[in-house]
């Protein structure tokens, strides 16, 4: 539970009542938990009559473009609000180049789930037990008794993706009751499983195969790397959404206990997926590169030559076996 949530909630519900025009900030290269939480809290607003604004700095994957109300996502714009509102970020860095943007407003608040969570709004929900920022998003508007039926959807989304479909670790009993109530309100459940978690294309279909036949062993099968090059990219007509969820397969392995998917992001420059078990802390690793996450899934960026990017990665895996 967040500390004095109810006092927090209180707040929260204040603040929003002051305020006529509302900004909701995502993360960059936003995911399906950040989006349902910004979507969600848009609708619920506008049911308030605010004047709302979805800001991202990066598009909606069009894997996402299904979320209720993804068309409205825009880039920040030079206009002040009275309040804003980041969701899923665990720093200001989190929002991007929006910065200045969430900073313009009168009041600002953050609702998050990450550990490493650094403080950076008036007022942060911050409840790092939940597998998903839509679980804290969920007990706020149910706390101000704006939850509908579209709402309830969004949230559900949020919560199936960032809980790998309830198998993360994270998930718990109170993960299993939030999502009861929220399918209560009657929408498909099983299609927003397969829209927002399991629906693939033939083009990442492709991706994958190549990626993962070319996966590598070591020490034993306990530590395994996939690679993502510029080349598979561009061979299968894939960018770097395409690699969400590759990584899986990999940790699944029985022996493996720590997975890593490198990804060409431009010259010399590697995006890095981290996926753990068996006691090891992925985000532990993350932030030896000054990346972040979850217990089981996290990630960082490394800038330099591919061999030496793969080295200092097996180094850290390799410490904490
Ligand atoms: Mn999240």
Do not use: W
Not at 276 to 292: L, M, N, P, T
């Amino acid at each position: 539970m967040i500390q004095n949530e109810k006092e927090k909630f209180i707040r929260v519900s204040k603040e929003i009542a002051k305020a006529n025009s509302v900004s909701i900030y995502t993360h960059v290269n936003p995911d399906c938990d950040t989006l349902s939480c910004a979507l969600s809290l848009r609708l619920a607003l506008i049911s308030l009559g605010k004047q709302v604004d979805v800001y991202s700095v990066d598009p909606v994957p069009k894997t996402l473009c299904v979320l209720n109300g993804a068309d409205s996502v825009k880039l920040p714009e030079k206009k002040v609000h009275d309040l804003s509102i980041a969701v899923d970020c665990d720093s200001l860095e989190r929002i991007g180049n929006a910065m200045r943007s969430f900073l313009s407003s009168k009041v600002q608040i953050a609702i998050d789930h990450h550990k490493t969570h650094a403080k950076f709004a008036d007022v942060t929900l911050l409840d790092t037990d939940v597998s998903a920022c839509a679980e804290i998003v969920y007990r706020l508007l149910t706390y101000m008794k704006l939850t509908s039926k579209d709402v309830a959807e969004l949230l559900f989304a949020g919560i199936v993706t960032d809980s790998g479909c309830f198998q993360f670790s994270s998930v718990n009993e109170t993960t299993h009751k939030i999502a009861g109530e929220l399918m209560s309100y009657g929408f498909d459940g099983g299609k927003v499983i397969y829209d927002v978690f399991k629906k693939t294309s033939v083009n990442k279909f492709m991706l994958e195969n190549r990626v993962l036949s070319k996966c590598k062993f070591f020490d034993d099968n306990q530590i395994a790397i996939i690679t993502f090059t510029a080349k598979d990219f561009e061979e299968t007509s894939t960018s770097m959404n395409d690699t969400l969820g590759t990584i899986v397969g990999v940790i699944d392995i029985d022996t493996v206990k720590v997975a890593y998917a490198i990804a060409e992001a431009a010259n010399r420059s590697y995006k890095i997926m981290i996926r753990s078990k068996d006691g090891i802390d992925a985000s532990d690793i993350a932030r030896e590169f000054g990346g972040g996450g979850h217990n089981r899934a996290a990630g960082c960026r490394l800038n330099g030559y591919y061999e030496d990017i793969v080295d200092k990665l097996l180094k850290v895996a390799r410490d904490r076996l």
